[in-house]
């Protein structure tokens, strides 16, 4: 039976190591954006604020990007990133599927860093707004993205320090008094 104790400590030990190798979030972060589009007012992060350009959006390189799309404008439009800024969506570059009166959700990870101008397809003039993909190092966003995960990484192991602490107590207690020899 002493052996049972052991084995959950080894697991826990096991657990703890592999969770401190784990560098926090190497790959990229999840991000998530609302949309609001029309052919003549542009786009908004409210269907009662939209302009042109209008908003900014700033993720990081690597970072895995969801958009929830709206429309109800009654005419079709797209989302993409104008990498090269021809004012064309191009096969190299994000681009969601269409959506016309309605909600979709698409998501792609932002894999060029730079700042660029987002665009609908169909109204590539009307429909602007400036995406920034921070390279890694180059800004704040990164290390204030990483605290909580390295307090979180912290906290967790204490905990798992505690619990293979107490398991070693109570096995300790629970042991039978040596044998008369
Ligand atoms: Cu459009």
């Not at 004012?87 to 681009?95: I, L, Q, R, S």
């Not at 995406?131 to 290390?143: R, V």
Request: proline share 8%; aromatic share 10%; glycine share 10%.
């Amino acid at each position: 039976m002493a052996s049972h104790a052991s084995r959950l400590i080894v697991g826990l030990a096991v657990l703890l190591l592999a969770f401190v190798a784990v560098p926090g979030p190497a790959a990229g972060a999840d991000r998530t954006f609302t949309l609001y589009g029309d052919s003549s007012l542009g786009w908004g992060s409210t269907n009662t604020t939209i302009g042109n350009p209008v908003p900014a959006l700033s993720v990081d390189l690597g970072d895995n990007v969801t958009l929830t799309l709206n429309a109800s404008d009654g005419v079709q439009h797209n989302w993409f990133i104008d990498y090269d800024g021809d004012g064309n969506d191009d096969a190299n570059e994000p681009v969601s599927p269409n959506f016309r009166n309605e909600q979709i959700v698409w998501n792609f990870t932002a894999d060029r860093a730079g700042t660029f101008t987002y665009r609908c397809r169909f109204h590539p003039t009307t429909m602007t707004g400036n995406i920034t993909i921070a390279a890694p190092g180059n800004g704040t966003a990164p290390t204030g993205d990483a605290l909580p995960y390295v307090i979180a990484g912290g906290l967790f192991a204490v905990v798992v320090f505690i619990a293979i602490a107490t398991v070693y107590m109570r096995r300790k207690k629970a042991s039978p008094p040596p044998p008369p020899t």
